[in-house]
């Protein structure tokens, strides 16, 4: 009727439009469902996958995942470059930032001394060493070397060359390792060439192909290929011999000498007593769960857990180490 009330249906039907279009928009979102949280704790590792570095911050990423009061596992990337270099500056630049750390070792201290990097591991925030591993000096299967005493007796014969190489950059622990056996098997300073490669994957490949002859890595890095009857380990350079590898060490052949590896986690400056605090107790709890234990049994590792400001000591006190050596190598 002209004048009359309006009708109530126009409004009844725009609302219940707007609860359709409601109910879509609920149904979408359910469809997409819930966006997952960003990482509480992101790995870095400055090297390839595959090799030492990378098999620890994954090692460590499962134990800290299984753990109580955690948001999953923390985010494992790889920024290689610069034998580890690349991957120290972006930890430093990233100033402030407690929800990063750098998988870091022996290998980087040595690695930013030789590259001459203007960054050293003493700019960033020590949190905590993990473990230790001896080297394992390995030749191929079907090589002539049956013996380390073999070896030893080639490499004081100047009108043998041999080619020697491994995963780690010049002065790191690979290098290291057959730098001091070279020392105490009395060869000239400089004598002993050697071949970096980028990563344990490729120095493994790098032995099959037979384009070196020897190598040396951690001990833990080719147990299944040792396993598998693929390499022949000659020596460790650890106090003990390594189950599962099967090689005497180094003073059971005579050397006086003992060499292990080491690795562990920094994070950038400036990140507060508060942040570092809960970092550090974070990997003392995982230091004791079964899941990081099983991981230090499976990869030869030993625990050499040193935490904090302890381990910034330590950290200096390894630069003095490697500058020492590099400097009687000529390689400063």
Known sequence: MP???????????????????????????????????????????????????????????????????????PEVFNLQGGAGTAALARTVHEEGNGHLMLQMGLGLVAGAQVRGSQYTPADTTPIARLLEEPEVVLV????????????????????????????????????????????????????LGYVRHDGGGDTLAALLRHEIDVAAAGAGEYRHAIAAGELRPLAVTGAERVPGIGAPTLRELGLDLEF??????????????????????????????????????????????????????????????????LERQGLD
């Not at 595959?50 to 994954?58: Q, V």
Request: net charge negative; charged share 20%; with cysteine.
């Open 140 to 191: 191929p299967a079907d090589s002539p070397y049956t013996a380390f005493g073999q070896l030893a007796e080639d490499l004081r014969d100047p009108d043998t060359v041999l080619r020697l190489g491994g995963g780690s950059t010049r002065g790191g622990p690979d290098h290291l390792a057959l730098l001091l056996i070279g020392e105490e098997l009395g060869l000239e300073p400089g004598s």
């Open 3 to 73: 004048g009359g009330p309006r009708s109530p249906r126009p409004l009844l039907a725009a609302g219940a439009a707007l609860v359709l279009c409601a109910a879509a928009a609920l149904t979408a979102f359910a469809a997409w469902g819930p966006q997952p949280r960003p990482p509480e704790l992101r790995l870095m590792v400055p090297n390839p996958p595959g090799g030492g570095y990378d098999t620890t911050a994954r090692a460590v990423a499962e134990a800290l995942a299984a753990g109580p009061g955690t948001a999953g596992a």
């Open 260 to 325: 292990t590896n080491w690795r562990g986690l920094v994070a950038p400056p400036g990140i507060g007593d508060a942040r570092r605090r809960e970092l550090t107790d974070m990997l003392a709890d995982m230091r004791t769960s079964p899941q990081w234990r099983k991981a230090l049994e499976e990869n030869h590792w030993t625990d050499a857990y040193l935490e904090g400001d302890r381990f910034g000591s330590f950290l200096e006190g390894e630069q003095e180490a490697v500058n020492d050596l």
